[in-house]
């Protein structure tokens, strides 16, 4: 028997398949029509799979960069009681988490071991359409893109030197937070410590430009110059370092 949604997918020729977005997850959440939106407006292979396991069978190269594997929520305990396999899959391409309580990406965010495995995007699935896009669009480009509630989170344990935690049977490894600025941040210039700042609220290069009277052209050469200092790919990445080593003191410093 014929699988419509293959079917759906065949006949649109404008997605070339060296760049594909792969939903894992049930088709009550990703329906032929959601799947041929992509398509269209993105110009890319557009997939659904109902675990991870379906995936790895279509024989895919692991090492195709222009991928993008995007995981639902009702897949977080197999995602982490098994990361190595989702990463194994998503290859050198993106992985991310599609979530529509904010508590299940939470849970993800605190228990996901981002030096094992890397960074993980966020793929909010109850905002407007367009803001849904555009942080797809994000995705495709490998910035990952972090809710501003979970840099709350992260920003209120410190402060509290406490976890953020989403219940009180979570199993939590607590957030430790430090006096002084961690090595790596302290060798930033006040300038550079500004503008991750407000980086790490979501702030563009133009609003940013603005805040702190330089031209966008001197904003991204600083944040050239951060990640390169921290060692990080991208800008998301850059706001979690933030999040996770910049102290109390820190801060102030920075807004100052």
Not at 149 to 177: G, H, I, M, W
Not at 187 to 198: A, F, G, P
Not at 224 to 248: C, D, L, M, P, W
Request: hydrophobic share 40%; with cysteine.
């Amino acid at each position: 028997m014929s699988n419509p949604l293959q079917d759906s997918v065949a006949r649109i020729d404008v997605c070339p398949e060296e760049f594909s977005i792969n939903f894992i997850g049930k088709e009550l959440f990703y329906s032929n029509q959601t799947l041929q939106s992509v398509q269209i407006g993105f110009g890319v292979a557009a997939h659904r799979y109902e675990d991870i396991a379906d995936l790895k069978s279509t024989g895919a190269p692991a090492s195709l960069a222009g991928k993008v594997v995007v995981v639902d929520q009702i897949m977080l305990d197999d995602l982490l009681a098994r990361p190595d396999v989702y990463t194994e899959a998503a290859g050198d391409g993106c992985l991310a988490f599609a979530y529509r309580k904010e508590d299940s990406a939470r849970v993800l965010f605190e228990h996901w071991d981002r030096k094992q495995f890397g960074y993980i995007g966020y793929l909010p699935m109850n905002v407007a359409p367009d803001v849904w896009r555009s942080i797809l669009r994000l995705l495709m480009h490998e910035e990952l893109y972090l809710p501003s509630f979970l840099a709350d989170c992260v920003s209120a344990a410190q402060n509290q030197n406490k976890p953020c935690l989403v219940s009180d049977t979570t199993v939590q490894k607590p957030l430790k937070a430090t006096k002084a600025p961690h090595p790596i941040f302290s060798k930033l210039t006040r300038r550079e410590k500004q503008v991750l700042h407000l980086v790490s609220r979501g702030q563009s290069n133009k609003i940013i430009a603005s805040n702190l009277g330089i031209t966008e052209h001197t904003v991204k050469l600083h944040m050239h110059n951060v990640v390169g200092k921290i060692g990080v790919s991208n800008r998301t990445a850059a706001a979690q370092f933030y999040f996770e080593v910049a102290s109390e003191e820190a801060l102030g410093q920075a807004v100052d």
